[in-house]
């Protein structure tokens, strides 16, 4: 049965490198390994642009009647005086908290052929594979209260709010144990729990979680220490669930031990399995317009899209390892590129990975 795409492309490199994504789905469908139905929808600058809002109420309906939605990215100079992303229910925010997207998948995984590029010593990167799961819909992005208020004395106040709920930190650690399960069988909980008493929390509900999962070996850090391992030894590291904003920080540091940030891919998924693909980086307004921009990433997502959502595992590993195949060409993005590779745009990166699949 034909499965409904909504892809949303944002702003900046957003439309460049959905774009050679949308080259990939494509071709899968033109030789019949994929049944997709594609619609378009606006989300952030560019909607506000367009519409004065950035999350319209049709892209949101669009995103729930759909059965997948790929994102490119949001946000740029141009919009943040207007604080369009801080709006817990508009924009990129509001999308995932409107879909209900809570589990967070971001995987750090090293392509052999890009060991050069990244941060550390081939022997530290070699064969790494880490799956950072990340709370999506809930701790300080969405906690109440916030804001930034004037005091009587004249003074401005910012606050933000860190929550949990047990359920919510129940629900992620269990989606974490059953990644582990099908991997490694260890879990990293990260938080913050010497200091702040809701990852204190958070602690104690993945202890008693993972009472269910008896073959996970659960360990705990804080999150100061697992940015530092993180660079020091990654490979140390299977799975590793965390809350919002530590797994956004987490994640663009796994990153650069893949290379680039042009390189992970994510998946964010519902309890119903339906979910929203994006590259982790954002619109890199310093690089948009200039067709320089690595779309592996987005690329990668759409093969986490197909296992995830659609259903066609055969196809996402087609797309991976047509992405290998290029990389083994020496074809390199800016972003990746190193003594005696060739280095090519996001289209003819996009081109490549298309003839690879086909
Ligand atoms: N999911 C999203 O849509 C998302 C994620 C992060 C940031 N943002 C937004 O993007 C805007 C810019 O944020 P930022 O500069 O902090 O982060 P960024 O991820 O956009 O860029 C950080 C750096 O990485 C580079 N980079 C990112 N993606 C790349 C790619 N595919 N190929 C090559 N280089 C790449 C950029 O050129 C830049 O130097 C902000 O408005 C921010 O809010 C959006
Ligand atoms: C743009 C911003 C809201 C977003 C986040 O912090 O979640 C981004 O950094 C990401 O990692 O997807
Ligand atoms: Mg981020």
């Not at 990293?188 to 729990?193: G, I, L």
Request: net charge negative; proline share 5%.
């Amino acid at each position: 049965m034909s499965k409904k795409i909504l892809v949303v492309a944002g702003d900046g490199i957003g439309p460049e490198i959905v774009a050679e994504a949308m080259k990939v789905l494509q071709a899968l469908q033109a030789d019949g390994s994929i049944d997709v139905s594609i619609e378009d929808a606006l989300i952030g600058g560019a909607a506000y642009d367009a519409a004065g809002d950035p999350l319209p109420a049709e892209t949101l309906e669009a995103a729930k009647a759909s059965d997948a939605v790929l994102l490119g990215a949001v946000g740029g100079p141009k919009w943040e005086p207007l604080h369009i992303s801080k709006r817990p229910e508009k924009g990129l925010l509001g999308l995932r908290a409107g879909l209900g997207l809570f589990a967070n998948l971001r995987p750090a995984i090293l392509y052999p052929q890009l060991a050069d590029a990244s941060t550390l010593k081939p022997e530290v990167v070699a064969g790494l594979d880490i799956m950072i799961v990340r709370e999506l819909t809930g701790g300080i992005y969405f906690g109440q209260p916030r804001g930034i208020e004037t005091l009587p004395s004249g003074e401005r106040k910012g606050v933000n709010t860190l929550v949990y709920t047990e359920s919510e930190v129940d629900r992620i650690c269990r989606v974490a144990f059953d990644i582990a399960m099908k991997r490694g069988k260890k879990v990293c909980s990260v938080d913050k729990a010497n200091v702040l008493e809701c990852t204190e929390m958070w602690r104690e509900v993945a202890v008693k979680a993972v009472a269910d999962y008896p073959e996970i070996e659960l360990s705990h850090m804080y999150v100061d220490n697992a940015a530092m391992q993180l660079v020091r030894a990654p490979k140390q590291f299977d799975v590793m669930v965390t809350t919002n904003m530590f797994g956004d920080i987490l994640s663009d540091c796994a990153a650069m031990l893949t290379g680039s940030i042009g390189m992970l891919p994510s998946a964010s998924l519902n309890a119903d399995g339906q979910g929203m693909y994006e590259p982790i980086h954002g619109s890199a307004p310093d690089i948009a317009g200039r067709g320089v921009a690595n779309p592996l990433a987005t690329i990668l997502s759409v093969a986490m899209m197909l296992r995830y959502s659609l259903d066609a595992p055969a196809a996402a590993e087609r797309i991976e390892k047509a992405v290998s195949q290029v990389l083994d060409q020496g074809l390199r993005t800016a972003d990746i590129m190193s003594e005696g590779m060739r280095q090519v745009g996001t289209a003819e990166m996009g081109d490549a990975v298309v003839a690879a699949l086909t």
